[in-house]
């Protein structure tokens, strides 16, 4: 997976994932031969323009959606920015008001922030014990001015997969735009847009072994939507900018990628998951597995280790990276919001570790990992 001799066990995989292989091997020929402009007519930027369009198609094939219903996007944060401003400018005139969760990634969540200080009105839904978001209160939530509800579909720390189909029964009908931020989901598990029945999905490439700085969004046709990103008519005019064919190409070869490990990856990362929460239950009895009820994503296992800092154990794990709560948020001495919003308390949250495994993942290295983490521990 392009770990270097002496490097540590990367249990990581929800912040970023490697590229894979054979991705490199179809991004290596783009960057030397695809070099045209894919809107210019002439044979280089014909050339390039058959790369993005079947890297569309490859993408369309895994989310089960039509060409024309994507637009090609920087990665998540632009695709969920997008998404939120974009509909929302567009039914500015109709209501100005917008449902989400208490548990959004902060590309949903400073979103929504950017569009209440101009006036739109956010209410998050919270979340129950295990990280749920019921869909009655987020029909309860919905008014006259209710525009847009964005729910993501599985939690960058807890795993936990939101009942986004049920969600969309109870708000569709009413006439309101629902977008789902799939950036963990994509490549782990099946994520079919008509199943969901969402009228937008976030996804980005280096959550499932495709480069950093490429994405997409999914625009289900008819949907209300409104450019955030201003030029010339690129992606059928929804977002400008020259297309990166190469990194298009390495999302569409990560894309077929995933459609082809479908089933064998969703096994290996639960096994490989599982084995990890068994090791760790061996050394420490009392280990709080959160969500371990709900339906969570097959490779994320957050859990605290009670009375074991998880910052000062990070600091001791030399052979083992993880991380301790979101990523995202590694600089931060709060405990994870998305554990408070579940009603977790902030001594348990602090102790809290984000274990997360991939396709590239080894027995192995989860034993190791796991004899590596209660050492750590034990020099607490």
Not at 40 to 47: D, E, K, L, P
Not at 60 to 86: K, R, Y
Not at 107 to 114: E, F, H, I, R
Not at 266 to 285: I, K
């Amino acid at each position: 997976m392009g770990r270097l001799m002496g490097d540590p066990i990367y249990l990581d995989y929800n912040a970023t994932t490697p590229v894979a292989q054979e991705v490199i091997e179809a991004v290596i020929p783009a960057l030397r031969d695809l070099w045209g402009n894919p809107s210019s007519g002439h044979v280089f930027g014909r050339r390039a323009l058959e790369a993005v369009e079947r890297a569309r198609s490859q993408v369309a094939a895994l989310l089960g959606c039509e060409t024309d219903e994507l637009v090609f996007t920087s990665g998540g944060t632009e695709s969920d920015n997008a998404a939120i401003v974009g509909v929302a400018e567009s039914l500015a005139d109709r209501g100005r008001h917008i449902v989400t969760s208490a548990i959004e990634h902060p590309a949903v969540d400073q979103a929504c922030v950017y569009l209440e200080r101009r006036g739109w009105s956010v209410t998050r839904v919270p979340v129950d014990s295990n990280g749920r978001v019921d869909p009655a209160e987020v029909e309860a939530a919905l008014n006259a001015e209710t525009i847009l509800v964005s729910v993501m579909h599985a939690n960058n720390e807890t795993g936990v997969i939101q009942p986004i189909r049920e969600i969309a029964d109870r708000v569709r009908p009413r006439g309101v735009v629902l977008h789902t931020d799939a950036a963990q989901s994509v490549g782990k598990i099946a994520v079919r847009t008509n199943d969901l029945g969402v009228d937008l999905l976030s996804l980005v490439g280096h959550k499932f072994y495709a480069p950093k700085g490429v994405g997409a969004l999914y625009i289900r046709r008819g949907t209300p939507f409104a450019r955030t990103m201003h030029g010339a008519d690129h992606e059928s005019g929804r977002r400008s900018g020259t297309e990166s064919t190469p990194l298009l190409v390495g999302l569409g070869a990560a894309c077929a990628l995933a459609e082809r490990e479908r089933t064998e990856r969703g096994e290996h990362l639960r096994a490989m998951r599982d084995r990890l929460e068994a090791a760790l239950r061996q050394r420490f009895p009392d280990l709080l597995v959160h969500a371990a009820r709900a339906a969570r994503l097959p490779n994320t296992l957050s859990a605290a280790i009670p009375g074991v800092d998880a910052r000062q154990l990070l600091s001791r794990l030399d052979g083992v990276a993880t991380a301790a709560g979101a990523a995202c948020h590694t600089g931060e001495q709060e405990p994870s919001r998305v554990l408070r919003a579940m009603g977790v308390s902030d001594e348990v949250a602090l102790c809290t570790l984000r274990l997360t495994v991939g396709r590239g993942t080894t027995p192995a290295e989860i034993d190791s990992a796991a004899a590596q983490i209660a050492e750590a521990a034990a020099s607490d």
